[in-house]
């Protein structure tokens, strides 16, 4: 069955991998390389984003209760996609981030492993190479994918990036509109170049249980 991709409010990037994948290593092992972003949303954008999820969540949290045992059904918690923003003293900002992923490489049911990029887009649609960096703003297209954690026995559900455009490039330095985006006034980038493989083309033979 074919996902259903969503698109996100106009909000700011936080702590952008997008032109290259996140592989840092911790304790000494190399992490999956993986294209993230958070973005961070107020007001009634952030809550147009939370209806979108939450139901989601619910269900994922739903099929989780009907597959337990019922001695761990009780145990049961739901995890959500994001979270609210904290200041450096740990004050509430009124803002929330939402986490988005997708691996750099997905293996197939059938064993073959495929290399994916996340497609980045100008506010007029025209495919982009400039670099991303935290606080531009952006809107960014999204499938989710249901998951169970039995070791913490959380149920939620990971959002998994399909493609991102850039309204407002922050210095530091496929089609738009099959994923939701629309032509907007804003940033243009240099160059028009053909996009190249993404994650769209594989969801369909994808075997990839990780979770945030």
């Given at each position: 069955?074919?996902?259903?991709?969503?698109?996100?409010?106009?909000?700011?990037?936080?702590?952008?991998?997008?032109?290259?994948?996140?592989?840092?290593?911790?304790?000494?092992?190399?992490?999956?390389?993986?294209?993230?972003?958070?973005?961070?949303?107020e007001g009634d954008d952030?809550?147009?984003?939370?209806?979108?999820?939450?139901?989601?969540?619910?269900?994922?949290?739903?099929?989780?209760?009907?597959?337990?045992?019922?001695?761990?059904?009780?145990?049961?918690?739901?995890?959500?996609?994001?979270?609210?923003?904290?200041?450096?003293?740990?004050?509430?900002?009124?803002?929330?981030?939402?986490?988005?992923?997708?691996?750099?490489?997905?293996?197939?049911?059938?064993?073959?492993?495929?290399?994916?990029?996340?497609?980045?887009?100008?506010?007029?649609?025209?495919?982009?190479?400039?670099?991303?960096?935290?606080?531009?703003?952006?809107?960014?297209?999204?499938?989710?994918?249901?998951?169970?954690?039995?070791?913490?026995?959380s149920a939620g559900i990971?959002?998994?990036?399909?493609?991102?455009?850039?309204?407002?490039?922050?210095?530091?330095?496929?089609?738009?509109?099959?994923?939701?985006?629309?032509?907007?006034?804003?940033?243009?980038?240099?160059?028009?170049?053909?996009?190249?493989?993404?994650?769209?083309?594989?969801?369909?033979?994808?075997?990839?249980?990780?979770?945030?």
């Amino acid at each position: 069955m074919a996902r259903t991709r969503f698109t996100t409010p106009k909000g700011e990037a936080v702590y952008p991998w997008l032109n290259v994948p996140d592989s840092r290593v911790f304790n000494g092992t190399p992490s999956r390389p993986a294209y993230k972003v958070s973005l961070r949303l107020e007001g009634d954008d952030a809550e147009t984003l939370k209806k979108i999820i939450d139901p989601v969540v619910e269900e994922s949290y739903q099929k989780a209760l009907e597959e337990a045992k019922p001695a761990d059904k009780k145990k049961i918690t739901k995890a959500y996609p994001y979270g609210e923003e904290y200041d450096e003293a740990g004050n509430e900002t009124g803002a929330y981030l939402f986490k988005f992923k997708q691996n750099a490489e997905l293996k197939t049911r059938t064993g073959d492993v495929i290399k994916v990029n996340v497609p980045l887009f100008d506010s007029k649609k025209k495919v982009m190479t400039e670099d991303i960096y935290g606080g531009s703003t952006i809107k960014v297209a999204f499938s989710t994918r249901p998951y169970f954690m039995a070791s913490t026995k959380s149920a939620g559900i990971s959002c998994d990036l399909s493609a991102v455009q850039v309204l407002e490039l922050s210095a530091g330095r496929a089609a738009a509109g099959a994923f939701g985006f629309g032509e907007e006034d804003g940033f243009e980038g240099a160059v028009e170049v053909k996009a190249t493989e993404t994650s769209e083309s594989a969801f369909e033979e994808i075997d990839d249980d990780d979770e945030f």
